[in-house]
């Protein structure tokens, strides 16, 4: 069985205790990114891996960090080429080769951050890629991935391009498509609605997929 790494950003959103406790104990390990040591703490949970430069962290996560004995660090000076996300990733791929990726407090706070997350998870094409928060679950789908939706009727589901040529089927929404091409960010994929098992494929490109907790949010109107 894949490997499946819990990576807890550092976004000032903070996915709830609840939610950080039931995907801590569906992974296999934890790796904290900066301040989402915070976030573990604030549930009452530790990590295996830390990795930042401790500029955002709080003064007791700081002092768990200095001193190295909860956790693995990889500490890195904060005049850097490279995001804290972007090193955390490079440590999962040496770490544990190929495996699954969780991603959560990664949504909110600054908008060019998000932004830049987002990215750095698309880039990560070793196995596949989950964001879970409190409202939304997220995969990032590249070329011949697949994605079975199951037990979500009436439930919001978006699906948005995040490479040029990016091509792909829906099947089980109120609005499907067969080896469609969706436009570099366009909204041919926005606010769709589960009707039954989806299956959503990407066979070329990568896209972003997003399915909402709620029910359906927003205009029907496709036309």
């Not at 295996?48 to 500029?55: H, I, K, L, M, R």
């Not at 700081?62 to 972007?86: C, N, Q, S």
């Amino acid at each position: 069985m894949a490997c499946k790494i819990l990576v807890v950003c550092g976004s000032p959103v903070v996915t709830s205790a609840d939610l950080l406790r039931r995907l801590a104990g569906e992974c296999n390990r934890v790796v904290a990114v900066d301040r989402g040591l915070d976030a573990l703490l604030g549930a009452g949970l530790g990590c295996d891996v830390y990795v930042g430069d401790a500029d955002t962290v709080s003064d007791v996560g700081r002092a768990l960090v200095d001193a190295a004995e909860a956790f693995e660090v990889e500490r890195h000076d904060p005049y850097k080429d490279y995001t804290d996300l972007a090193l955390a990733l490079d440590s999962v791929r040496r770490r544990w080769p190929g495996a699954e990726v969780v991603a959560t407090c990664a949504t909110g706070g600054r908008p060019d951050m998000a932004l830049s997350v987002l990215g750095l998870l698309a880039g990560y094409d070793d196995a596949p890629v989950w964001i879970e928060e409190d409202k939304v679950t997220a995969r990032i789908l590249h070329q011949d991935e697949t994605w079975i939706i199951e037990n979500a009727e009436g439930k919001t589901f978006s699906i948005i391009a995040i490479a040029p040529n990016t091509k792909v089927s829906e099947h089980g929404l109120v609005w499907e498509l067969d080896h469609s091409p969706l436009g570099l960010l366009a909204d041919t994929g926005i606010s769709n609605i589960v009707r039954s098992t989806a299956k959503i494929e990407v066979h070329t490109g990568t896209a972003i997929a997003y399915l909402l907790h709620q029910g359906f949010i927003g205009t029907v109107d496709k036309n």
